[in-house]
């Protein structure tokens, strides 16, 4: 194969560099006489509101029109219908009540500021302690277990309770949400939005206006970044944006500044766990019980999936004989927490490995160790009932990455390094990553492309996929050249748009490249079948390959694949396929907790070291050495940059980003300065990143497996070096720290280890 | 009013002046430049602009990065602006653009025309030897790409090609001269300041802009006239004689980073610490002093190098004590109508001082603390002059005076400089906020002075 398997830039890459790249806001002027929309926000986190007047709005210059209801059903949530566009209930702090639109920016937000709401304002829940008090849920508590986990506690030699806050994260897509809405020349409501999601988008915008989704044409350009936070809240800006065109006839744009954004999205949602566990002096985890508190705000969301995975992803890569998992969907007035790469599996995967890390400094042990003796081996199945296919893979990657990045002499170093210094410290882990593949309602897991060749050989592929950066663009065009076997310049990657490809699913869970390269490889393979049946006539000969733009015979001949699709186009033979992909064995129960919900799992594992000031809590990154298991990569520089950038995004969230709500139910970390992502700063000195070799995936596109999500995960080691530096300042003991680990909270965990 | 856009003389449109460059240029169909936060700390909007080389080389020109975001379009009557637009050619991409690309360096692409402009000016920055300095894209902000491939990119990034862009640096670069237009001014002289400000209530002065936009952008506020300081040849002395340094209130932080060569240790450490390059390439002294910010960190070190201020207004200019200047949250000797000439800090300068910044990210973040002690010792190791200030623990910018009168006449050891500690936890009362914990702030106070100790101590050992 010329394509799949060669590292390749980025699809856009000259686009980006050059600025050429389109996203939707730059169209914004090639549609004349465009709308602005811009919200009236609540003050109260809850009340009820009690009238609204919006004529004050239209004596502001430029005003053009107010939206107060909608011809369908004015909801955008995505399953139940909790989501109202107008509502009469306000759920948070700065919840959109009523959109105004006019000609200018400007002129939409003095719109917005006129009109006049009254509200009658109740009591908030805003913290997850008193929603919990309150007994404040979305849905009944979801469980999963396996054995009698209170049990075998009770009978183990060692057992420990504790408390892990995770706080949340919010997406800072740098692309904020955006939408452009405008009726078409036929009936209908065409759509430019930044979405993971079109046909969800669609399905939305159907709903508010009443219509059949036939009418309704959503498409997708690129994204300037999504992470999760575009898989269903970039619907309601849509759904919005369409009603005013509606309305009012014009073309609409809705698109949320950063603060807006900021303060009406959805984020990582923040976790309180509660945990048991029992375990050998060996460090054997024996039993394990966990209450794990999503913070999962005024709306449902996807937030039940979002703790089913991380109930999914309790284990990590431990095999705990006993397990007693409970998941609370913990509804507060504050914004509604979305999927966010890795989409609860951090948060689940942040417990089990807090309490090994607790197991170890009770016994004595490395953490190291601990984690060793604990992993899954061939053979084992989940807490779930799945089998935990390729298990040796983690034993594999923990000895191989362990071997490069010289463990072993490091941990003597730091030791004597640690041992010399009085108030810098430095600490080392290693972690590892076991992360399941598929989307875990398992009827998401389909996928639809359309490929057209043209009489010229030239070649357009749609899918359902959409491009957030994560080179789902870039790898597809390198299936598809190598499916139809033409030069990847003779393929162009069209923009995804609903008209094309129906009924897809989001781009998320990591599949993207999965479920449509396996489409996109299956509509090519069905010309290039009925291809072939005219070249071996043309060249008269048995076999033939196609390959870099050429066909050739067993027996020398050769012809060019314009040439050929020219003949078959002569011979009156269709040149466009429709390809279809469905992940095969995946099955879960929800009401009993087992099945097989994932196709397979994504290996990986990260040492950190980092050094800490004592005077202050600061923290460096010193080292980062990584083995990821990618299967057969697709494209490594693409992987590569999944690898390193889902690390430095984990590393953010378990550090430095912290969201911070105020008593009111404000969001206080609501801009670009409050709120901070990781910057230069926070790029380790030493970055090795490796590929897992030999590592194939049969049964997935060209023996690839996913790389979206899981390396955000391999950032746990970040906050277990801390931990471990942490403990350096002082005699052994627990090392308590919630999460992220900032400053502030190393410095007072160093001040309680220190006396 | 004219400006150079990509090389093209183009008309100054008229209208709102509080329009920002960015979002003209984007309504222009120049969407290369993004917005990602509209307040200076993303560079997804980054644009170049050519501004004259050094105040000794004013006949020679440099690219000096900026936000797009935090330029008001008045502002750049008679500059020369470049935009990503700009840099691709029919010859193809430009080394730097071709060094992103093909290593992975940009994966959504949004922020990437913000890196190509901060990194392109790096690699024509005149006196650059080996690779381009990672460093110049400190103010640009990636959620994708974790900056590993962009920072090798950058590394593989030698001398500036002989073409048209190096050409241009050896022209003359426009300057700010007077200017004028509906509701924004740019005069040339203080008295003329003065009178416009007395003319019309409500006007505001600004300098670099990089808090005045963002009060524009993000708080919505509007003002009936602004009047720039740019033009003000006063604001941008810098002088330095045997007994003092005077820096014109005007001057970016770059502008006087990069000629003061013999900066004490402190102001070296400060400089990097200080927002972004972005940022540092516009903001002012006298506007980070002038907003009366308990969060500005130029404050605690000038506080700890006794520094005073020239202030000049209606009535006469006048010098005070920075210490005297700071009066309450946000509020400041500054009169109606008076403005910050410069500021001068005397010498010679206290041999022990340094200068710490605690904030959640290490760097371009707002601090949660910062600190800036400046103890000078005679022979003998006693202390002679002390200097303990900081930023965010209380409603200004402060000195701990009952510890630095403490210190004067002590031996610098670490007995004494764990009394000073004792004194500033008792002398200081800090607040809880998002950035940090009362607590966390009050531990600060103390810790740094420890590790100022600790570290001093251990450099002389």
């Known amino acids: 194969m010329s394509n799949v398997g060669q590292p390749q830039p980025h699809e856009s890459a000259r686009g980006h560099v050059t600025g050429e790249a389109l996203y939707t806001n730059d169209l914004l002027n090639r549609f004349p006489g465009v709308l602005h929309a811009w919200p009236v926000m609540s003050p109260h986190a809850h009340a009820t509101v009690t009238a609204i007047d919006v004529i004050p709005a239209l004596t502001i210059p430029g005003v053009i029109a107010t939206l107060t209801e909608a011809p369908g059903e004015a909801d955008s949530g995505p399953n139940r219908h909790d989501e109202p566009l107008f509502p009469t209930e306000i759920l948070f702090y700065s919840q959109p009540v009523v959109w105004v639109l006019a000609e200018t920016l400007e002129a939409a937000r003095l719109g917005a500021a006129a009109v006049n709401v009254t509200y009658n304002q109740l009591p908030a829940l805003v913290t997850l302690d008193d929603a919990i008090a309150a007994d404040s849920l979305h849905s009944p508590p979801l469980r999963m277990n396996r054995g009698d986990a209170t049990e075998a506690i009770a009978a183990c030699t060692h057992k420990l309770t504790g408390e892990l806050r995770i706080g949340g994260q919010e997406h800072f897509y740098l692309e904020t949400q955006c939408a452009l809405a405008w009726l078409d020349e036929s009936g209908g409501v065409s759509l430019h939005c930044s979405t993971q999601h ?19 044409i959503v498409e997708c350009l690129r994204m300037g970044g999504a992470f999760g936070g575009k898989e269903v809240q970039a619907n309601c800006w849509a759904a919005v944006a369409a009603l005013g065109a509606l309305k009012t006839g014009r073309p609409v744009s809705v698109r949320l500044p950063r603060k807006l954004d900021m303060i009406l999205t959805g984020k990582r949602h923040p976790f ?142 730091i030791s004597d390094f640690n041992s010399r210094h009085r108030h810098t410290k430095r600490g080392i882990a290693i972690t590892s990553v076991k992360f399941g593949i598929s989307f875990t309602a398992t009827m998401f897991n389909q996928a639809g492309a359309m490929v057209l060749i043209y009489r010229d050989g030239s070649v357009q592929v749609n899918h359902g996929g959409t491009e957030m950066g994560q080179g789902l663009q870039t790898k597809i065009r390198q299936i598809a050249a190598d499916g139809l076997g033409v030069e990847a310049s003779a393929i162009r990657l069209m923009p995804t748009r609903t008209d094309k490809v129906p009924n897809t699913s989001a781009t998320a869970a990591s599949a993207g490249s999965d479920l449509n390269g396996a489409a996109v490889l299956d509509a090519c393979r069905k010309l290039q079948s009925a291809l072939t049946t005219v070249a071996v006539e043309l060249l008269k000969c048995a076999t033939v390959k196609f390959e870099n ?85 697709l494209s490594p520089l693409v992987d590569r940059g999944q690898i390193e950038g889902g690390f430095i995004q984990g590393a953010g969230w378990l550090t430095l980003e912290e969201l911070v709500w105020d008593a009111k139910g404000r969001l206080a970390t609501n801009s670009a300065s409050t709120y901070k992502l990781p910057s230069w700063a926070e790029l380790p000195e030493v970055f090795n990143v490796k590929m897992l070799e030999r590592a194939a995936e049969p049964g997935v596109v060209f023996g690839s497996k996913a790389v979206g999500e899981p390396p955000l995960m391999l950032a746990i080691s970040v906050r277990e070096a801390i931990r471990d530096a942490i403990a350096a300042f002082g005699a052994p003991r627990l090392i308590e720290i919630d999460s992220p680990a900032t400053p502030e909270r190393i410095y007072f965990a160093i001040e309680r280890i220190r006396n | 009013m004219d400006f150079i856009l990509n090389g093209r003389k183009t008309q100054l449109p008229e209208g709102d002046p509080q329009t920002t460059l ?58 020369e602006v470049f935009t990503v637009e700009a840099l691709a050619t029919t010859a193809g991409m430009c080394e730097v653009q071709r060094a992103i690309a093909e290593g992975g360096g940009s994966q959504c692409g949004y922020c990437t025309p913000g890196f190509v402009m901060s990194l392109f000016a790096e690699q024509y920055r005149p006196g650059r030897v080996g690779p381009c300095d990672p460093h110049s894209m400190g103010g640009n902000l990636c959620r994708c790409t974790g900056y590993r491939p962009i920072q090798d990119a950058a590394l593989s990034i030698g001398p500036a090609p002989d073409d048209a862009f190096r050409a241009r640096l050896d022209q003359p670069a426009p300057t700010a001269i007077p200017f004028a237009s509906k509701r924004f001014h740019r005069p040339g002289t203080l008295a003329e300041c ?174 949660t603390v910062a600190a800036c002690f400046a103890l000078a010792c005679n022979a003998a190791g006693q202390i002679e002059r002390a200097g303990i200030a900081y930023g965010g623990v209380a409603a200004t910018p402060v000195r701990v005076t009952a510890a630095e009168q403490w210190l004067v006449g002590k031996q610098w050891n670490q007995k004494s400089m764990e009394q000073a500690q004792t004194i500033v936890a008792t002398a200081l009362k800090p607040l809880d906020d998002h950035r940090g914990s009362a607590a966390y702030r009050l531990a600060m106070t103390q810790s740094l002075l420890a590790k100022f100790w600790h570290e001093q101590s251990e450099a002389t050992a």
């Open chain 1, 198 to 216: 079109p046909s969800e988008t669609q399905e939305i915008v159907a709903r508010v206006l009443g219509w059949p989704k036939n009418r309704v």
């Open chain 1, 272 to 413: 309180l766990a509660k945990f048991e566990a029992g375990f050998s002096s060996q460090g054997k985890i024996e039993a394990a019980k966990m209450s794990l508190y999503a913070d999962a705000g005024w709306s449902l969301d996807l937030s039940e999936p979002i703790v089913w995975r991380a109930m999914f992803h309790a284990d990590n890569c431990y095999n705990i004989p006993a397990i007693d998992l409970t998941g609370y969907v913990v509804k507060t007035h504050k914004t509604s927490q979305t999927a966010f790469r890795g989409f609860g599996g951090p948060q689940g995967m942040l417990v089990i490995e807090d309490i090994a890390d607790r197991i170890a400094r009770t016994l004595g042990l490395a953490p190291e160790v601990v984690r060793e003796r604990n992993f899954y081996r061939e053979g084992d199945v989940t807490h779930y009932g799945q089998p935990v296919k390729d298990a040796a893979r983690i034993s594999r990657i923990w000895a191989e990455l362990k071997e490069s990045s010289e463990f072993a002499a490091r941990r003597t170093a």
């Open chain 1, 549 to 633: 733009g050429e066909v050739h015979g067993d027996n020398g001949a050769v012809i060019a694949f314009a040439k050929l699709v020219e003949s078959a186009y002569r011979q009156r033979l269709p040149l466009f396929a429709s390809g279809y992909y469905r992940t095969p064995e995946i099955h879960y129960d929800p009401a009993t907790g087992q099945g097989r919900p994932f196709f397979y799992y994504a290996y990986g594992a990260a040492v950190s070291e980092v050094e800490l000031d004592g005077f202050t809590g600061a923290m460096r990154l010193r080292r980062v050495d990584i083995l990821e298991d990618c299967g057969q990569s």
């Open chain 2, 22 to 79: 960015l979002d003209w240029l984007r309504a222009e169909g120049l969407t290369g430049s993004k917005e990602g936060c509209a307040e200076g700390e993303c560079g997804a909007c980054t644009v170049l602009l050519v501004r004259p080389r050094t105040a000794e080389k004013k006949t020679l020109s440099q690219y000096v990065p900026m936000n797009s975001c935090l330029l008001m379009l008045p502002m750049l009557a008679g500059q």
């Open chain 2, 194 to 367: 003065f009178q416009l400000m007395a003319a019309n209530p409500g006007a505001r002065y600004v300098a670099g802009a990089t808090d005045v936009a963002v009060e524009s952008n993000l708080r919505d506020l509007r003002w009936p006239l602004l009047i720039s300081t740019e033009a003000l040849v006063e604001l941008q002395v810098f002088t330095e004689t045997t007994g003092q340094i005077e820096i014109g209130a005007g001057l970016s932080l770059s502008e006087i980073e990069s000629p003061w060569l013999t900066a004490p240790r402190a102001f070296k450490e400060w400089f990097p610490l200080f927002a972004s390059p972005l940022v540092r390439n516009r903001a002012t002294l006298g506007g980070n002093l002038a907003t009366g910010s308990p969060i500005g960190d130029a404050a605690p070190l000038l506080l700890a190098f006794d520094a005073s201020l020239t202030i000049a207004g209606p009535s006469g200019r006048r010098q005070v004590k920075l210490s005297d200047f700071f009066l309450a949250y946000r509020k400041t000797l500054l009169a109606p109508g008076q403005l910050i000439v410069s500021i001068t800090i005397p010498k010679p300068f206290p041999q022990l001082a340094r200068f710490f910044k605690v904030a959640k990210r290490q760097l371009d973040d707002i601090s």
